[in-house]
């Protein structure tokens, strides 16, 4: 069944390459469709379009629909082209001509558009959870080891003394800044397009206060043409959000890869955590946070992909923009799952707390050492000269007993300051 049949069928070439994976994906959407048809026939009632009782045989039936979506009984068949030409046969054969009439004053454009709208609003939500969850482990992980110093490294050379505390509560500082792109996302997706129809309104009397309210958007997408424009452009959004994401993640599981490396040995993680090798039997890798950064780094390509897809198209709708689905929704699934593991694998993380022992680490005080002759009264560019010909002569002695007090430092890391920003 084809929401367009006009009595005769198209090649079945056509047909497999036009559908694609649209099946597949639209039982993730169905959810949606429905909580967006039950909106319709609501309204459809309240304007007298349908008559009191069809609009309420109808969401009755939708109802039932959406038990089936839920319990993950709810198929759609090769014979059925995609979500809502399955969801309107049921409607039809339960309910006969009534159920015929939820496609009034609605096209297939307005109806893709309002089920990803509200499909994004629900896993952007999702996804700043899982991010706060996450926020809150860093933080109480960078409380829990903010004593412990951790070599802080520029160029991939020992510079200067950084700390567990530092490293933790970096990752969670950087999750705020991510959480205002899928803020910023979110509140794109918060918008209802429903009643734009094929991009340029309907000629029916229809009530879009009443859906957008009844859907739980905070307003409308007024201009039916601009509504239809957001095809693409929430995906986008979304995709920026999600990829800023997903850099942090991916930066954090390159630094635990290392960390995890015997030359450095900062960190170690349980066994059943890490992973061994076919032929040698010491090695425990660090496979989940290899996957984690591979995925993100592939992640981080999505809004490029969507834009490859969309920025040549002119307004109006275009069967290019169906591609943009199979796109954002794995990449969906993909950052909450790197976000749940890494979350459930930073939980028994094990912080080596003797680092600094080794003496190669003892030029991260060269600073430290070099900033007290500037406090006791030695002209910077001269403490510098002489430290650098300490350290090339062998004779330098660090001073280890280091006070840092500014904010954001080792010594006054800000958490709840940090917190606090979170919760603004």
Same mark, same amino acid.
């Given at each position: 069944?084809? /929401?367009?049949?006009?009595? $005769?069928? =198209?090649?079945?070439?056509?047909?497999?390459?036009?559908?694609?994976?649209?099946?597949?994906?639209?039982?993730?959407? %169905?959810?949606?469709?429905?909580?967006?048809s039950k909106a319709h026939a609501k309204m459809l009632g309240k304007i007298g379009l349908i008559t009191a009782?069809? #609009?309420?045989?109808?969401?009755?039936?939708?109802?039932?629909? #959406?038990?089936?979506?839920?319990?993950?009984?709810?198929?759609?068949?090769?014979?059925?082209?995609?979500?809502?030409?399955?969801?309107?046969?049921?409607?039809?054969?339960?309910?006969?001509? =009534?159920?015929?009439?939820?496609?009034? %004053?609605?096209?297939?454009?307005?109806?893709? /558009?309002?089920?990803?709208?509200?499909?994004?609003?629900?896993?952007?939500?999702?996804?700043?959870?899982?991010?706060?969850?996450?926020?809150?482990?860093?933080?109480?992980?960078?409380?829990?080891?903010?004593?412990? /110093?951790?070599?802080?490294?520029?160029? @991939?050379? !020992? %510079?200067?003394?950084?700390?567990?505390?530092?490293?933790?509560?970096?990752?969670?500082?950087?999750?705020?800044?991510?959480?205002?792109?899928?803020?910023?996302?979110?509140?794109?997706?918060?918008?209802?397009?429903?009643?734009?129809?094929?991009?340029?309104?309907?000629?029916?009397?229809?009530?879009?206060?009443?859906?957008?309210?009844?859907?739980?958007?905070?307003?409308?997408?007024?201009?039916?043409?601009?509504?239809?424009?957001?095809?693409?452009?929430?995906?986008?959004?979304?995709?920026?959000? !999600?990829?800023?994401?997903?850099?942090? @993640?991916?930066?954090?599981?390159?630094?635990?890869?290392?960390?995890?490396?015997?030359?450095?040995?900062?960190?170690?993680?349980?066994?059943?955590?890490?992973?061994?090798?076919?032929?040698?039997?010491?090695?425990?890798?660090?496979?989940?946070?290899? *996957? !984690?950064?591979?995925?993100?780094?592939?992640?981080?390509?999505?809004?490029?992909? *969507?834009?490859? !897809?969309?920025?040549?198209?002119?307004?109006?709708?275009?069967?290019?923009?169906?591609?943009?689905?199979?796109?954002?929704?794995?990449?969906?699934?993909?950052?909450?799952?790197? /976000?749940?593991?890494?979350?459930?694998?930073?939980?028994?993380?094990?912080?080596?707390?003797?680092?600094?022992?080794?003496?190669?680490?003892?030029?991260? $005080?060269?600073?430290? =050492?070099?900033?007290?002759?500037?406090?006791?009264?030695?002209?910077?560019?001269?403490?510098?000269?002489?430290?650098?010909?300490?350290?090339?002569?062998?004779?330098?002695?660090?001073?280890?007993?280091?006070?840092?007090?500014?904010?954001?430092?080792?010594?006054?890391?800000?958490?709840?300051?940090?917190?606090?920003?979170?919760?603004?």
């Open positions: 069944m084809k /929401l367009w049949d006009k009595g $005769f069928s =198209t090649d079945k070439k056509i047909d497999h390459f036009t559908v694609g994976n649209d099946r597949e994906l639209d039982l993730l959407l %169905a959810k949606y469709d429905v909580i967006a009782q069809e #609009a309420e045989s109808l969401v009755k039936e939708l109802n039932e629909i #959406a038990k089936t979506i839920e319990k993950g009984t709810f198929v759609i068949e090769d014979s059925f082209e995609d979500m809502h030409s399955k969801i309107e046969f049921i409607l039809t054969e339960k309910l006969g001509d =009534t159920g015929k009439k939820i496609h009034t %004053a609605r096209s297939r454009n307005d109806q893709v /558009l309002v089920a990803m709208h509200l499909y994004l609003k629900d896993e952007l939500q999702e996804i700043k959870s899982e991010v706060k969850v996450l926020f809150d482990l860093l933080l109480n992980l960078a409380e829990k080891y903010k004593g412990v /110093l951790l070599p802080g490294y520029t160029h @991939l050379q !020992i %510079a200067m003394p950084s700390s567990f505390g530092l490293w933790f509560s970096a990752y969670a500082e950087s999750l705020i800044d991510d959480l205002y792109f899928v803020d910023a996302a979110y509140k794109i997706a918060d918008q209802n397009p429903l009643g734009s129809a094929a991009g340029y309104g309907s000629s029916f009397p229809i009530d879009r206060d009443f859906t957008t309210k009844k859907m739980g958007f905070a307003t409308q997408k007024y201009n039916v043409v601009a509504a239809q424009m957001s095809r693409g452009k929430v995906e986008k959004a979304t995709a920026f959000g !999600i990829s800023n994401v997903a850099a942090t @993640l991916s930066k954090m599981a390159m630094d635990i890869c290392l960390y995890m490396s015997q030359n450095f040995n900062f960190i170690s993680f349980p066994d059943e955590l890490t992973t061994g090798s076919s032929i040698m039997p010491h090695k425990k890798n660090p496979d989940v946070f290899e *996957l !984690i950064r591979g995925k993100c780094n592939k992640l981080q390509a999505i809004p490029n992909q *969507l834009i490859l !897809i969309t920025n040549n198209l002119p307004s109006g709708y275009h069967r290019d923009l169906q591609l943009v689905k199979e796109v954002i929704i794995p990449a969906m699934q993909d950052i909450k799952a790197c /976000l749940e593991i890494l979350t459930f694998s930073l939980k028994e993380v094990r912080v080596n707390e003797t680092i600094l022992e080794d003496p190669k680490y003892d030029y991260l $005080f060269s600073v430290d =050492t070099l900033n007290e002759l500037v406090l006791n009264g030695v002209p910077f560019r001269d403490a510098y000269k002489k430290m650098g010909k300490e350290i090339n002569e062998g004779t330098f002695a660090p001073k280890k007993d280091i006070k840092y007090t500014h904010q954001g430092s080792l010594g006054n890391l800000c958490l709840q300051e940090i917190r606090n920003k979170l919760i603004d």
